[in-house]
Every structure is written in C-alpha cells, then in structure tokens.
C-alpha cells in the first residue's frame, strides 16, 4: 500500500515537473502560437470525432451503476464535440489576457513602475466526471500561459484521454510543449491527494464538482485554492419593488436552470409587500414546477406553504425548491444573508436607488445586483468570453474566473541608474 | 497540556469572532472615521509615552540572555514611539483604498458591471519582537477596512500591549469597534498553531519575520498566506551596461543595507565584461566591507576571491557579502535565477534596451528592474505610502503589499429588470 502511495506521489512529482518547465515556455508564447494551438486541437477533436464517442462508450458501459443525471453529465455526441471544438475556438478569439499592463506610474525620482499580468504558473484542476472540462479548462490554461494537471472523475477517463490526445496534438503543431496539458496518468484517488499535497509543485488548484468534492479538496489542500463550495444565492424583493419586474426576475433567478450555482434559493420579501406580492410569485413559480419551504410570517400569508425547517436556509437545493422569509426592511435582509449566505451572489429588487445602494454597501458576497436575475453570474454574462469557475474566496479573484483571473501580475521598474537614498 | 490547548482555542475563536463582527462594521465606516481614529491614537502614542517605554523596560529586563541585534529591534526610544505616531498619521493622509471601483463595463443587454476593492475581512498577524510592527500594521489594516489579530513574539509582550492600548483608544474616539484591532490574548505559542488551523475564522495569514518563521508559517497555516521566505535578489551586470552606472548600483543594492529583503545577494556578470570590471566592481564593495563567495570563472579572474560552496548561491546573506558568478548572456543569468533565486527582486545594468526586455520578459520573479537598485523593492519607494511586507507567492498580491493589496474586490451587477435568456 505505501509503495503504491510512494509511486503515485512520484507519479504527480513527475507530472508536476514537466508542468513547471512547460509553464515557462508557455508563459512567453506568443499569442498566435497559444491561439493555434486551440485552433488545432479544435480541428483534432473534430478529425477524431468517432475514437472521442468510442472512448466515452467504453466509459459510459464500465460504469453501469450510474443515476441517470449522473449518466447524461459523463455521455458525450457528436453535438457536446462539437461544442468543445467550437469552445476552443472561442477561446482563440479572446485576447491575451498576459502581459497586459494593468497600472503604470512614475516616481519623482524618475524610476517607472509597471503593473504586468503574467500566468499563474501550475494549476490542478480536480473535476467530477463532465468530459467537457477536460477540453474547456485547458483551453483556459492554455490562453492564460498555464500549465495544467487535470484530475477529471475516475468514470470518465477513456473520454479524457481521447479529448486530451487532440489538446497535445494542438500542442504540438503549435510547436508548444505537449506537457503544458496533463491528465492524471493514474485513476487512483491516491493522486488526488498528492495534488493537495503538491505544494511548491502546483500553484494553483480549481475544484469543479458538488460540495463534497470541492470541501474536501477546501479542507485538505496544501496550495491555494479558487473555488466555491455552494452557492445559496438569495434574491430580496424590497418594499419598493416594481411587482412586475418582482415577478418576472424571481421566476428567471430561481427556475431559468435550478442546478446552477447562481440560481436563486431563498426568496426574501419585505413584510409591507409581503400580503399583496407573494401568493402572485408563489402562483408563478407553482406553476412552473416549483416547491416551497416558508417560514411562520410567509405562511401566515400563504398558509399552504410548507414550513421550513431550521436547516432549509442554509440549504443549497439546486433543484426547484424555494426557502422563503418575509422581513423587515434591507438590515434585516442583510442580516439573514449573514447567517445563511455563501458569500456567492444576492440581488436586490427595487425601484428605490437609497434601499439598493444601502443593500449593495452591506453586502460582502462576490457579487451583488439590483434589478437583475442572480443567474447572470456567469463569466459569460460578465463578458469574460468563458470562465473556469466562480470564486467565493476573499483572496486573488472573486465571481466568474476567466482568463484574467487566471493571471498574477508583476512589477517592472524601468530606471536610469537610480540609486536608494 | 489538551486542557490548556483546548482553552487557547477557545480564546483564539473569541478573539477571532468578535474581530468578524468589528471587521463588519469598519468594512463600511466611512474615511473620516478611520482617519480620526488613527489621528487619535498617534496622539495617544504620545501622551502614553512613559507608559509605554515602562512596558518596553519591563520586557527588555525579562529577557536578558537576547542577542545585540535582537536587543536593539525590540528597544523602544521617545524617538522610536513617536516615529510610530507619525507613521499612523501618514497612513491617515492615504486614500481611502475601500470602495474604489477597479473596472467598470456595460453588457449588450444593458446590465453594467462594477468591480470594487472591498476589504478582505479578517487577518492574522505573526511577527517577531519588533514592538513597532504593532503599530504599522494595526495602523494598515485600519485604514484598509480590515480586522487584525496581532501575534508579536512573545518578549515583547508588555510593549505591544501598551502600543495596542492606544489603538483601542483610538478606535474608541472614532466610535469605531475596539475589536478590530487585537493582540493575542496569551504569549503561548498554541495561540500562533490556532491562528494557523484557523480556515474560516482568519481570512488572510501574514508573517513578518525570519525565514524559520516565515517558512512554518507557509507549510502550517490551512489559512491563505502573503508572505516571502527570502529576498535571494540578483543583480545581473550585462555585457552592455555602463560600467560607472554598475559600480554606483551595485554598491547600492549590496551595501545600502545589508539585511533587506530586497538586497542583492548575488552578482551575476557577463564574461564578456567581467576581465576588465570585476576587479573594480569588488575593489569597491571591499571598501564598504563587503567579503566575496565567487565561483571558478569569477576566480580566475579575481584569484583572491574565496570560493562559493555549493549552496551558496542559494543563501540569502542578509549581510556584507556577495555571491558572484559569470555568466554567458541573459539567457545563463535567467537560468541561474531559475536556479536559485526566490521570485523576489532581480535587476539588470545595460545600455542595450533589447537585452534588458530579454531579460524583464525571461523573470517570473515579483519584481524585475532595469538600471536600478533592488534596494527599491519596498513600498514606500513604490509610492504606496507604507507597506505590510513583501510577497513573492503567485496569488492576489506580488512584491510590497500596501494598502490596495490589502483588499479584495466584488461585483455590482446594475439592471433595469434583466432575465437571462
């Protein structure tokens, strides 16, 4: 058992190497080498289209015991290629985020200081089994002069391998170092703990995947980690809501898509809106599927309403459920965000510009919006072209993480001979 | 003995807990408040003058056996606790870095986005015996709208609380919550392990120190760490730099002071030059006292330089000696830094802008300069007015971390009613 600990631990050191030296290369590539590079591994994933689905068959027929979401999550066609071949190209397109100069000044002493982007350096990326991420997390990287070590779900590791074949041979004609993308070499969960021990090794580790997954690899790692764990995302509808709008940016929030992190969980209302707003917004989203658990003031209102138990807002329920508490104007709201919240994204629906800017103030989650659906929090939608994650961390990058945030900076300082006094 | 330990991280949560709720409240207070809190308790620095070179007497009596240089670091003098209170107020004449809007764009479908610099919350300070830490880094985390527990070491004690009592008198005056600024409650060095387990209850771990401190620190701690290990600084001398403007440098970046971190600790020198300038280049530094650890090259031109062992061009001096080795061009030196260095501070001397972007783009170190002193590495002299350290890691924050680098940012997300489609 050591010895096969000892050896995997090996394994990653050797895989973590190589990345170091690529990293370097790549993080002085040249835009047009990193943009051809994703262009050719587009071109692959569309050349080896049949050997892709193959591998995901082997994949799909070694783990029979699967739920059905669980199974449609890990199955890959000839559209989810395509899509990935089409992502890569996207990612093309975006500029360069490195070598950007982000600040530049002078000092009276003459010297110029500049403010640079430049890759992060060696990043794990630790994954459940969604082949996709396979290719769009490198895309990432890549664009953003990072290494990576990828670590997808042990179910998907034929479609992994098969998708990380077309990245080296993107790689390759591009004339970049094929170690600049990684899969793990080995399914065995023992490489994932080495990941979390790699410090000095990997600089960076990106969790994708439910709570479980991304806690552990939160608790145990080593190295920096840019992740959320949950995302219990709370629109208010203040007293001086437009009810229209009211109605229309909760139905979008909460059941535009459930499983999304930036999906609404809990409906806050103001008590003095409260009689008259929320049986309509309770009717609408009945009527589009969706549960309820209420808490004594909501219920007084909508006595049909289930009553939520002490748990229920504190609970993440990515599906079509809503936690419901009628407050007391925005220090109230604000407070039950502080005991309840994820820190992730919180929305406030009022035509009062005073009520809005105090709720935005005294916020601390990555983001907060007034008069928008909480499922805009998307690198996407933020118009970052794509993103790796969303971040509820209080260092280095919170939100979308695209390619921009995937960088660190450095200082330059152009001088003329200057001494320190 | 896990009676003891449990009761000391029964204090460390308290402590932790209640520098949460204060780092809430001083998150929103407004400039002024802030700044008449430092003002104050600069002012009360000064009226508690006796108290507080007592306190120091008092710790400088307990704790005879201490080196001369360590002595000195935790003497205070009238001098020394006012150049303290002058420190708080010019961190009070700073701006405001809380609630700066970082970027800001609008999305096709109207939404406008704003990133803002928000403080990080809640952060942990663990230093050795220099009593004014107390005082800076209170003074820069006020001001940046975060909480602080400070952990000195634990001979200086009596001084920092006395220091820290005019802190909370500060806060007191500003009617601004004493909590947010804190000593450790005990001098037991269980107190430091509990700040380091301390995920979710520190946000940010900051040591200043030695590199035994640093280096336990950043391989403890389960919290986020901004910090370095070392300044290991080269100055490379190009084969094209001016041998007047090399001579002045590097007797400023080796002997200006000796026990920086941005202090060079290595000469790298181009063959091409070194025959004609590497005797006058150590004839200088002789002069200020400086001694040589060279390698072979340097030596059959230098034969009266002791020869570097293995490891020496892998150790930080922090004292009057140099490290020399000739190098075969920029692309010899970049890799001597890959070698050796520390990701801190390198410099290039040349007259050839070709060679010195060679060189810049080659770095990943936090701070690359071209014809100046590394001595300059310190925020100060970046213009940032004070700093809490430097850091080397490659996440949020790179080289002086002042003020700015002490936030972190969010979102706000500005609609008229948007759904995502």
């Known amino acids: 058992m050591n010895a096969i600990a000892d050896e995997i631990a090996r394994l990653f050191e050797s895989a973590a190497r190589a990345a170091r030296a690529a990293a370097e290369q790549l993080g002085r590539a040249p835009r047009p080498a990193k943009d051809a590079a994703l262009r050719a591994a587009a071109a692959a994933l569309r050349a080896r289209m049949g050997a892709i689905l193959a591998a995901n068959a082997e994949d799909l027929a070694g783990a029979p015991g699967l739920s059905a979401a669980y199974r449609d999550r890990l199955t890959l066609t000839p559209a989810r290629v395509e899509a990935m071949a089409r992502g890569l190209e996207e990612v093309a397109e975006l500029p360069d985020p490195v070598g950007r100069t982000l600040a530049e000044w002078s000092r009276p002493n003459g010297l110029r200081i500049r403010r640079v982007a430049q890759p992060i350096g060696v990043i794990g990326m630790i994954f459940e089994s969604r082949p996709n991420v396979t290719a769009d997390a490198a895309a990432l990287c890549l664009k953003s002069g990072n290494a990576v070590i990828l670590r997808g779900g042990s179910e998907s590791l034929r479609s992994a391998a098969a998708i990380h074949a077309c990245l080296a041979e ?166 039950h965000i502080r005991r309840h919240g994820s820190e992730h994204t919180e929305a406030i629906v009022t035509e009062d510009a005073a009520a809005a800017e105090e709720f935005l103030a005294g916020l601390s989650s990555a983001v907060g919006m007034w008069n928008a659906s909480t499922q805009f929090c998307d690198g996407g939608e933020f118009g970052f072209g794509a993103e790796i994650g969303i971040a509820t961390g209080r260092l280095h990058a919170r939100g979308p993480v695209g390619l921009e945030q995937l960088c660190t900076y450095r200082y330059l300082v152009l001088g003329t001979g200057q001494t320190r006094p």
Chains 1, 2 share one sequence.
């Open 170 to 335: 993107g790689l390759r004609a591009a004339g970049l170092p094929e170690a600049a993308v990684q899969v793990a070499p080995t399914a065995d969960r023992a490489f994932v703990g080495a990941m979390l021990r790699g410090a000095g090794l990997l600089d960076l580790i990106i969790p994708r995947g439910g709570k479980g997954l991304v806690t552990r690899v939160m608790e145990e790692a080593r190295v920096p980690v840019l992740a959320h764990a949950e995302g219990l995302c709370h629109t208010y509808v203040h007293a001086a809501a437009d009810p229209a709008m009211a109605r229309r940016l909760l139905a979008n929030a909460k059941m535009r898509r459930t499983g999304i992190c930036g999906a609404t969980e809990t409906l806050l209302i103001d008590a003095a809106v409260a009689p008259a707003l929320l049986p309509v917004l309770v009717a609408d989203l009945r009527a589009l599927g969706c549960d309820f658990r209420a808490d004594d003031r909501a219920r007084a209102i909508c006595p049909e309403l289930p009553a939520a138990a002490a748990a229920d807002f504190s609970t993440e329920w990515l599906d079509a459920r809503l936690s419901i508490a009628v407050v007391d104007g925005v220090p109230a709201a604000l407070e």
